[in-house]
């Protein structure tokens, strides 16, 4: 059973940054895909990045050159790096894995991936 819990959530000004953490019960590099998603209240849930095993990434496009993806297989560890955050990344974040991907969908779509975290709360105030 694969096991992923978030951390690093927070309240901030806008303008300001916050490090997510997913601490993954297995060697993240084993799973096809990596990813953050969230959901903000009355929304649909978003990818907002992803990395693969061979660390090439991708982001949402609100928020590029704002958030960075990475991992670390040592300390079985995800990260989600986020600068100049704005109101409208206020959301729960989750983090996800996929042992596989449909090229029928996006790798950004949440129904590539089958393990979730229960997710770590970003506010953002104005």
């Known amino acids: 059973q694969v096991q992923l819990v978030e951390s690093g959530g927070g309240s901030v000004q806008a303008g300001g940054s916050l490090r997510l953490s997913c601490s993954a019960s297995?060697?993240?590099?084993?799973?096809?895909?990596m990813a953050w998603f969230r959901q903000a209240p009355g929304k649909e849930r978003e990818g907002v990045a992803r990395?693969?095993?061979?660390?090439?990434?991708r982001y949402a496009d609100s928020v590029k050159g704002r958030f960075t993806i990475s991992q670390d297989n040592a300390k079985l560890t995800l990260y989600l790096q986020m600068i100049s955050l704005k109101p409208e990344d206020t959301a729960m974040y989750y983090c996800?894995?996929?042992?596989?991907?449909?090229?029928?969908?996006?790798?950004?779509?949440?129904?590539?991936?089958?393990?979730w975290g229960q997710g770590t709360q970003v506010t953002v105030s104005s």
């Open positions: 996800a894995a996929a042992e596989s991907l449909s090229y029928a969908l996006s790798s950004l779509h949440p129904r590539n991936y089958g393990y």
């Open positions: 297995k060697y993240t590099g084993s799973f096809y895909l």
């Open positions: 990395i693969d095993r061979g660390g090439n990434t």
